[in-house]
């Protein structure tokens, strides 16, 4: 059941203002993108053509609190059959973002946020590492990047990173 | 052929045999690279938590290139679509490259327009050429069959890579395949995902779907599944026993790089291939080329 008084009629604005989520809009409901997707077909409950409609419907607490935003796996299948352009991996990363900034971000994803804030990498690079790789004949690999640091520091929301 | 080469964060600590034998296939025909210590992650792991994080460090990456050389090589397709997207985006918005450079000021880099980012089986494709690299073979690998996995971002979203491949029907990585004389066999769900981006958030789904695909490549005694990104490799090679547990199957399918077998065709020292590191061990597909 959809009740009516609990629809934001601005989410979808909210979402094309996004920088991924600019053509939200366009879409018709055609559907390419469930048929196409590799998660949808092992689990329904990831359901592309489903969020882009609760999206245009206003149904903002229910998309940005679920789970299934997060089930994306970027393959880009849709976004290159969509016919009318929405972009679909861009609109699902719009409402990460969206979700993240209001604390709802999957702890997989807090995770990464501060292992790349933190050290400019996806690893907290050990000792241990570049004599591995020191063995193997390869050059050294830097442990930190405070550029990286200093850059994402203000952009990232407070929940990720603390 | 000059490249800085972007090896990103997974490949450098995880995938060490992916760089060897990489590194000694260009030797090989004639590819130059230039180590640059201050590349960092590309920015993919942070895009789903914050797309303008993710494009302000693939943006500082691609001003460090800018001072060193217009070409990149990639390696992992993650890699690959994150760059080759964020060149072409501030390459193409003149205000979103302002917005950019005065964050990227604060640091003391400025991205600059005119990249190229090529992942190093295209270049391999593209600037060595079939033929260019069929005059180095020595070793006629024609005693294997294999078969190849793409990985997503190697071709989509096709906009961003010009459309240099039809993304619904590829064939280049077949061809690279086939110069070292082995037979490539096709099977129904070539272009599926491996699913590895989603390992962290649903285990279970993201081992379905590589599941799916180990299923087909098993069904056709192949010696091997070939890949050229390092989370498809993760995905069918180091989960590849959790999923057989899972599931209650077998494989027992090796999982080898590209340039792996490659360099094999060229005659490069399989020590320096880095073989041993791989999980599921490739000895009897050795065992062939040795005793052939």
């Given at each position: 059941?959809?009740?009516?008084?609990?629809?934001?009629?601005?989410?979808?604005?909210?979402?094309?203002?996004?920088?991924?989520?600019?053509?939200?809009?366009?879409?018709?409901?055609?559907?390419?993108?469930?048929?196409?997707?590799?998660?949808?077909?092992?689990?329904n409950k990831y359901n592309p053509?489903?969020?882009?409609?609760?999206?245009?419907?206003?149904?903002?607490?229910?998309?940005?609190?679920?789970?299934f935003i997060w089930l994306c796996?970027?393959?880009?299948?849709?976004?290159?059959?969509?016919?009318?352009?929405?972009?679909?991996?861009?609109?699902?990363?719009?409402?990460?973002?969206?979700?993240?900034?209001?604390?709802?971000?999957?702890?997989?994803?807090?995770?990464?946020?501060?292992?790349?804030?933190?050290?400019?990498?996806?690893?907290?690079?050990?000792?241990?590492?570049?004599?591995?790789?020191?063995?193997?004949?390869?050059?050294?690999?830097?442990?930190?990047?405070?550029?990286?640091?200093?850059?994402?520091?203000?952009?990232?929301?407070?929940?990720?990173?603390? | 052929?000059?490249?800085?080469?972007?090896?990103?964060?997974?490949?450098?600590?995880?995938?060490?045999?992916?760089?060897?034998?990489?590194?000694?296939?260009?030797?090989?025909?004639?590819?130059?690279?230039?180590?640059?210590?201050?590349?960092?992650?590309?920015?993919?792991?942070?895009?789903?938590?914050?797309?303008?994080?993710?494009?302000?460090?693939?943006?500082?990456?691609?001003?460090?290139?800018?001072?060193?050389?217009?070409?990149?090589?990639?390696?992992?397709?993650?890699?690959?679509?994150?760059?080759?997207?964020?060149?072409?985006?501030?390459?193409?918005?003149?205000?979103?490259?302002?917005?950019?450079?005065?964050?990227?000021?604060?640091?003391?880099?400025?991205?600059?327009?005119?990249?190229?980012?090529?992942?190093?089986?295209?270049?391999l494709y593209e600037d060595v050429?079939?033929?260019?690299?069929?005059?180095?073979?020595?070793?006629?690998?024609?005693?294997?069959?294999?078969?190849?996995?793409?990985?997503?971002?190697?071709?989509?979203?096709?906009?961003?890579?010009?459309?240099?491949?039809?993304?619904?029907?590829?064939?280049?990585?077949?061809?690279?395949?086939?110069?070292?004389?082995?037979?490539?066999?096709?099977?129904?769900?070539?272009?599926?995902?491996?699913?590895?981006?989603?390992?962290?958030?649903?285990?279970?789904?993201?081992?379905?779907?590589?599941?799916?695909?180990?299923?087909?490549?098993?069904?056709?005694?192949?010696?091997?599944?070939?890949?050229?990104?390092?989370?498809?490799?993760?995905?069918?090679?180091?989960?590849?026993?959790?999923?057989?547990?899972?599931?209650?199957?077998?494989?027992?399918?090796?999982?080898?790089?590209?340039?792996?077998?490659?360099?094999?065709?060229?005659?490069?020292?399989?020590?320096?291939?880095?073989?041993?590191?791989?999980?599921?061990?490739?000895?009897?597909?050795?065992?062939?080329?040795?005793?052939?």
């Amino acid at each position: 059941m959809i009740d009516s008084k609990e629809l934001d009629q601005n989410f979808k604005y909210e979402v094309s203002k996004e920088i991924e989520g600019a053509n939200i809009t366009r879409c018709f409901a055609c559907g390419t993108c469930t048929s196409s997707c590799p998660v949808r077909e092992i689990d329904n409950k990831y359901n592309p053509r489903k969020i882009i409609r609760m999206v245009l419907l206003g149904m903002r607490e229910r998309v940005l609190k679920s789970n299934f935003i997060w089930l994306c796996s970027t393959c880009c299948i849709c976004d290159d059959r969509c016919p009318q352009g929405v972009n679909l991996t861009k609109i699902m990363t719009a409402l990460k973002n969206i979700a993240a900034k209001e604390g709802y971000i999957h702890p997989f994803f807090r995770g990464q946020a501060r292992l790349v804030s933190t050290f400019g990498r996806l690893y907290d690079v050990e000792d241990f590492d570049n004599k591995k790789r020191m063995k193997l004949g390869l050059i050294q690999v830097k442990k930190n990047f405070e550029e990286v640091t200093k850059l994402t520091k203000n952009i990232l929301p407070k929940e990720a990173i603390q | 052929m000059k490249y800085a080469l972007f090896l990103g964060c997974t490949i450098s600590i995880r995938e060490q045999n992916y760089e060897m034998a990489t590194r000694e296939v260009a030797k090989k025909l004639g590819i130059e690279f230039i180590d640059v210590e201050d590349f960092s992650c590309c920015g993919f792991p942070i895009r789903p938590t914050s797309a303008e994080a993710s494009l302000l460090i693939a943006a500082r990456n691609l001003a460090i290139a800018a001072e060193i050389s217009e070409k990149i090589c990639t390696l992992c397709n993650a890699c690959t679509s994150t760059l080759t997207e964020a060149n072409k985006e501030l390459n193409n918005d003149k205000e979103l490259r302002k917005k950019v450079n005065k964050e990227l000021i604060n640091i003391g880099r400025k991205f600059k327009p005119g990249l190229n980012i090529k992942h190093f089986s295209r270049i391999l494709y593209e600037d060595v050429g079939l033929e260019g690299i069929k005059k180095k073979i020595v070793n006629d690998l024609s005693c294997l069959r294999f078969s190849v996995h793409y990985g997503c971002h190697y071709l989509r979203p096709s906009g961003i890579y010009d459309y240099f491949e039809d993304a619904e029907n590829p064939s280049t990585f077949e061809e690279l395949v086939e110069t070292t004389g082995a037979e490539v066999v096709d099977y129904k769900n070539k272009l599926d995902c491996c699913g590895s981006p989603i390992l962290g958030v649903e285990e279970n789904i993201a081992h379905s779907i590589a599941k799916r695909k180990l299923d087909s490549v098993k069904e056709n005694k192949v010696d091997a599944l070939i890949t050229i990104c390092p989370f498809c490799s993760i995905m069918f090679e180091k989960s590849q026993k959790k999923i057989e547990a899972k599931f209650n199957v077998e494989y027992n399918l090796p999982v080898l790089y590209y340039p792996q077998i490659l360099g094999l065709a060229l005659g490069i020292n399989i020590e320096q291939l880095g073989f041993r590191m791989n999980k599921i061990k490739p000895d009897a597909l050795l065992g062939k080329v040795i005793g052939s």
